[in-house]
């Protein structure tokens, strides 16, 4: 039987010198979190200033005994923590699955100094002085969600409906590993009550999907209705019938005269779940390029503010581009906090030069939106390039004041996160515009058939669809 520094040595076999040594440790609370479906955490509090490395060294068993006699354990759990404050320290393996039941044997080592490289028999090896760890026990008696709060939380303007959160907390991600029902609702319905009214319907589509996820990103893809529906129906004669699985109000249509099938087909997520206000978002995002078409990234009030019969246009567009491009060139914006085209004019000043148009736009990039109770800012990679002061009675104000009366997001409110991608519409897109290509708009605004004269164009604009993929690496939500 190996003896327990013994254990420890070869674990760390390379990394750490075990010594006997008198020295104390300064005081260290841990506390551990098996992560539902995979991972840990450990918490470490640790009074070590003069300290730049700790590592957490565990080992794993299938059960106590085992663990207490250091007998054919089943894994290792160890590696460098990082510092996450003064004296708040995180260990995260973001692989490991453990079972309820495993216990781990682990401890804290601080090294005396700084790891030091070293060549041992060709190998490369690093070697860390210290005292030998206490070892404790832990059993893992449940798995935690990985949303969960840390033990140190510090209070927080961001709140999140239904739950308690902490500064700093992570209160929403998706990296897209796979496509999370329960995180995101696919919407299917025809939006016709969408502030920006495009020409198309929402769907989840089984066959043929149009929102997917694939190596860890997040697609969704604009489709022509023509190209689905069967033969015999037609987007100027038949009718549309979503009304299974529809999720708003609207989800069938029989087309009328000019009054058309929407020809778009689009996918839509939002996540019904979760809800916040205040904090920062990020999203790392490829926008969708093609001529009449626009991304969906925003915020959107669970409770919808009606404005008589029209939903009023209460949200907060995170980033804005695509078949836009020339407007967006010439606005020198990427994001707005809501679309009315008279509260772009007079705002491109307040963009850094750095973000106008160029090459790349149509590259990841990470928008970012953070959202206090004073201030809304926007940012694209890292600058920050827009921000509305809500308290001030300036221009920002005034200007989500014109565009919806009612709404100005603020601590009454749950914002909720939207993805999609969208087509055409009657206010986006103003009279005249001429694409980068030379197209002319084929629809007026005003004008009841501005959908069918759209669809009536399509050998124009479809095949300027080369990549009209809203694709998606990653959304996060940080609390303030
Ligand atoms: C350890 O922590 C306790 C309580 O926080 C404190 O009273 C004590 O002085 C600390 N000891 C050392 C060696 O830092
Ligand atoms: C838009 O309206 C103007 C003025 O009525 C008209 O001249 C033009 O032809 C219309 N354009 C389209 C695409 O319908």
Redesign the pocket.
């Known amino acids: 039987m190996i003896s327990w520094s013994d254990v420890l040595c070869l674990v760390l076999v390379g990394l750490i010198n075990c010594q006997n040594s008198d020295q104390t440790y300064p005081n260290v609370t841990v506390t551990l979190r098996a992560l539902h479906p995979k991972g840990f955490r450990a918490y470490i509090s640790a009074n070590a200033d003069q300290t730049n490395n700790i590592v957490f060294n565990g080992i794993l068993y299938e059960n106590m005994e085992k663990a207490r006699n250091s007998e054919s354990d089943i894994g290792l759990l160890w590696g460098f923590a990082t510092r996450k404050a003064h004296s708040e320290w995180l260990f995260e393996d973001h692989f490991v699955t453990l079972a309820v039941g495993t216990v781990i044997k682990y401890g804290i080592f601080i090294p005396d100094q700084h790891p030091k490289g070293a060549s041992k028999n060709g190998r490369a090896s690093l070697t860390l002085d210290g005292a030998e760890p206490d070892f404790k026990f832990f059993r893992v008696s449940y798995l935690v969600d990985p949303l969960t709060p840390g033990p140190n939380c510090l209070p927080t303007l961001t709140k999140v409906r239904g739950k308690t959160v902490c500064a700093g907390e992570v209160i929403f991600q998706d990296n897209f590993d796979t496509l999370r029902e329960d995180l995101w609702q696919i919407e299917q319905y025809i939006p016709t009550d969408h502030p920006e009214h495009p020409f198309l319907s929402y769907q989840k589509l089984d066959t043929d999907r149009n929102v997917y996820v694939e190596d860890g990103i997040l697609n969704i893809v604009p489709k022509l209705q023509e190209d689905l529906i069967r033969k015999y129906s037609s987007i100027l004669t038949g009718s549309l019938d979503l009304s299974d699985g529809c999720t708003r109000r609207k989800c069938s249509k029989v087309a009328f005269g000019w009054d058309i099938l929407p020809p778009i087909v689009s996918g839509r997520l939002t996540s019904v779940n979760f809800a916040f206000t205040y904090g920062t978002v990020y999203i790392k995002a490829k926008l969708p390029d093609g001529d009449w078409l626009y991304p969906e990234i925003l915020l959107e009030p669970v409770f919808k503010k009606f404005d008589g019969q029209k939903e009023l246009a209460s949200i907060i567009k995170i980033a804005l581009a695509g078949g836009k491009r020339e407007i967006t060139a010439n606005k020198k914006h990427r994001g707005m906090p809501n679309m009315e085209q008279r509260c772009y004019d007079g705002r491109q000043y307040t963009i850094s030069e750095t973000l106008r148009y160029g090459h790349g736009t149509y590259n990841f990039h990470e928008y970012s939106l953070r959202w206090t109770p004073d201030v809304i800012e926007f940012s694209m990679n890292w600058n920050p390039y827009l921000r509305y002061y809500l308290t001030d009675e300036g221009w920002a104000y005034r200007c989500f004041e014109d565009v919806s009366s009612d709404f100005r997001p603020s601590h009454n409110d749950y914002l909720q996160l939207t993805l999609g991608v969208a087509a055409g519409g009657t206010s986006v897109f103003p009279?005249?515009f001429v694409t980068p290509h030379g197209r002319?708009?084929?629809?007026?605004n005003?004008?009841p058939?501005a959908s069918l004269?759209f669809w009536q164009n399509r050998d124009s604009w479809y095949p300027s669809w080369t990549t009209p993929n809203l694709i998606v690496d990653y959304v996060k939500v940080v609390a303030l």
């Open positions: 009279d005249s002319t708009k084929p629809w007026n005003s004008d058939k004269k």
